[in-house]
């Protein structure tokens, strides 16, 4: 099987990478619609509706970066500590120095404060700064490969049916976040007070997506009747999960005087739940984007060009992001007439900025260790 339409370049990879990273950005262009600064949970009257059905197809952004990452390093391609230090230098630098910024730079239209800036340098000894919450991907992008070389004798080892089996098992992982609903405590299978490490531990999050991209490389090449005849009723299924998840609950919360849907910190993570990327939706969602993308052949023109160069910086776009988004949305979000136009518009402006200003970076000596 050619995958390479185009020389050196898995062409189907390119056009998913530039997908996930305009999704990704569409994503946090909504949370403006949700996420307030007087209460954790804001939701404008009427916004629920268009916050879910806008926001929940997208949510499979974080799954396919991961298997694009993984489609081509697992097994690995060259031995461990070669593996490590191509993953230092086109990651870990980028991702560092960027930590840096976010801790020390104000966003659009605050005030430089150096005592803040002080005590978010000290903070990201520990975690990201307060102003780049998107950068909780790579650290769990960095714990994926930690286990990337022990996975990979496995995984070249193991048989289809094998393979399978785990995936079934992980499957059934990520129907946990909805079964700790129906516990009193929260806690299942083995988890206590003094041990949060369950009977699905070691089989359940991230890793999942690693060995599925390794699975259909491997496994899957169907006609676009059969991917097609899978894709699209996974998708609608995982969407309406999601999205009905999300505009059910927030219609289960007593709207204010104004009619706005106001919540507390646990009720913004309990809202969320039908987003997160470990659920069974979302890889109902991810896997079935997956397979349609990798019928793409399409590696020629003006097009895939751009394509394959957004493909290249996006690493950098998703580092960088937030800072334009912040500003974006300030400046230009008292244009748009209705609130779903300004998700979209916000985020669409958002990526083309983004990626040109990677692009002007790309051209700076050393831009590898700031776009990876």
């Known amino acids: 099987m050619d995958l390479k339409a185009h020389p050196q370049r898995i062409v189907f990879l390119d056009y998913l990478r530039a997908f996930a990273c305009l999704t990704v950005i569409i994503v946090h262009s909504a949370e403006f619609f949700y996420i307030g600064s007087d209460s954790p949970l804001t939701i404008a009257p009427g916004d629920n509706l268009w916050v879910s059905l806008l926001d929940s197809p997208f949510r499979a952004a974080v799954p396919l970066f991961i298997m694009a990452s ?89 048989s289809k049916r094998g393979e399978e089996t785990f995936l079934a098992v992980w499957a059934l992982t990520t129907l946990v ?36 991209a390794h699975y259909i490389r491997t496994h899957i090449d169907w006609s676009w009747r059969k991917t097609l005849a899978v894709a699209i009723p996974l998708f609608l299924a995982g969407y309406a999960l999601t999205a009905g998840w999300f505009y059910g609950y927030a219609a289960s919360i007593a709207p204010s005087d104004n009619g706005a849907i106001l919540g507390n910190t646990l009720q913004l993570g309990e809202i969320e739940i039908g987003w997160r990327f470990c659920t069974i939706n979302v890889a109902m969602m991810s896997f079935a984007i997956f397979i349609v993308f990798k019928k793409i052949t399409c590696g020629t023109g003006t097009f895939y060009r751009v394509i394959s160069d957004i493909s ?43 990626y040109l200003a990677a692009k002007l970076l790309s051209y700076i000596p050393g831009s590898k260790y700031l776009l990876g």
Request: charged residues 10%; contains cysteine.
């Open 177 to 212: 976040p909805y079964l700790r609903l129906f516990t009193s405590d929260g806690y299942l299978y083995g988890e206590a007070l003094w041990n949060e490490f369950s009977l699905f531990w070691y089989v359940s999050g991230y890793i999942g997506y690693v060995v599925l």
């Open 70 to 158: 993984s489609y081509l390093l697992v097994p690995l391609p060259y031995d461990t500590p070669t593996f490590f230090r191509r993953r230092f230098k086109r990651v870990v630098i980028p991702f560092v120095i960027w930590l840096i910024l976010y801790a020390v730079v104000p966003q659009y239209g605050n005030a430089w404060d150096g005592e803040a800036a002080c005590n978010n340098l000290l903070g990201i000894c520990f975690n990201f700064p307060p102003a780049a919450g998107h950068l909780w991907f790579v650290y769990m992008l960095l714990g994926v490969y930690l286990l990337m070389p022990i996975i990979s004798p496995w995984i070249k080892n193991l």
């Open 312 to 354: 290249r910086v996006s690493y950098g776009m998703y580092l960088m992001h937030i800072f334009i988004l912040t500003a974006v949305f300030k400046l230009a979000s008292g244009y748009f007439p209705s609130t779903p136009a300004c998700i979209l518009g916000v985020g669409i402006i958002t990526y083309v900025i983004t």
